[in-house]
Nanobody, 124 residues
Framework: VQLQASGGGLVQAGGSLRVSCVASGLTFSNYAMAWFRQASGKEREFVAAISWAGANIDYTDSVKGRFTISRDNARNEVYLEMNSLKPEDTAVYYC??????????????????RGQGTQVTVSS
């Protein structure tokens, strides 16, 4: 199983960025997906999760109203659209997958699968 994240980069505060993750080696539509992030010197943090069909979506409070998670099961991709970015959003963003949505939603970083991260840097 591979989860390949991309789309990170450098953006100014207030700007927007979309990170993507393409999954292979699993039946994508059977898995809930989530994004976590880890800033330098800090613990890994839950950002957003989406159930296999998109019926359930959750966000951490700090990104509600600014970030949108979505998925395209035909493309085996999950996305995180990030708007109104703040310097405190700077982190490595990780894509994760688990059959159990509630494991991802719990915020405990114990997914069945995790990908390499993509760096998002927001300058002030």
């Amino acid at each position: 199983v591979q989860l390949q994240a991309s789309g990170g980069g450098l953006v100014q505060a207030g700007g927007s960025l979309r990170v993507s993750c393409v999954a292979s080696g699993l039946t994508f539509s059977n898995y809930a997906m989530a994004w976590f992030r880890q800033a330098s010197g800090k613990e890994r943090e839950f950002v957003a999760a989406i159930s296999w069909a998109g019926a359930n979506i959750d966000y951490t409070d700090s990104v509600k109203g600014r970030f949108t998670i979505s998925r395209d099961n035909a493309r085996n991709e999950v996305y995180l659209e990030m708007n109104s970015l703040k310097p405190e959003d700077t982190a490595v963003y990780y894509c994760t997958a688990d059959r159990d949505y509630f494991i991802l939603k719990s915020g405990r970083f114990s997914p069945q699968y995790r990908g390499q991260g993509t760096q998002v840097t927001v300058s002030s």
